[in-house]
């Protein structure tokens, strides 16, 4: 069975603190993603890794850094955290040509 | 940019009935479609998924037709039941520099009536 597992399902942090956000999936897949996802909004792309140490811009980076050290870890790193950045937060794993996976997401609430 | 979106926000159907999800995507160069579930609270479940080279792929009480003339992918769900209501999502995978990027459509709520 395919896994994708977030370190957290929910969160609660305060303005300003650092937050990490980790995933790690078992599946030895090079790809990984990291979405947020909000009421009429959809699923947005933070930022995505092709390769360990490698990252390319989503459609919303502002905020957020990522960190690739491991191909089975994605990291996203909320620098100060704000109340705009609460949200679901999805991370996705997928091999080239191949259907992407799903994390059980992680509630982020910023007070 | 590229992008994928889906025709109806709303579908509601009876239990039993078949039911029909529509997407449309614009890049024709994707080599992958995906179509998840999501149901309140969690994460997009994997449904099914099609190549490019495939018209037509078929699991269990599901359908996924891919017609790449016209840049359009439906999913079909038989008999639908009451645990088949949620948002239902496409996505494509197309190549992205070294990798492959992910790309989803707004979403389409089934909700099924009893």
Redesign the interface.
Known sequence: DVKVT?SSRYLVKRTGEKVFLECVQDMDH??M?W?RQDPGL??R?IY????VK?K?KGDIPEGYSVSREKKERFSLILESASTNQTSMY?C?S?N??????????T?LTVV | GESVGLHLPTLSVQEGDNSIINCAYSNSASDYFIWYKQESGKGPQFIIDIRSNMDKRQGQRVTVLLNKTVKHLSLQIAATQPGDSAVYFCAEIGLYNAGNMLTFGGGTRLMVKP
């Open positions: 977030q090079e790809n993603f979405y959809g699923l792309l995505f890794s092709y390769d490698m390319e999805l996705a997928s080239r040509f191949s259907s992407a996976f799903f994390g059980q997401g509630r």
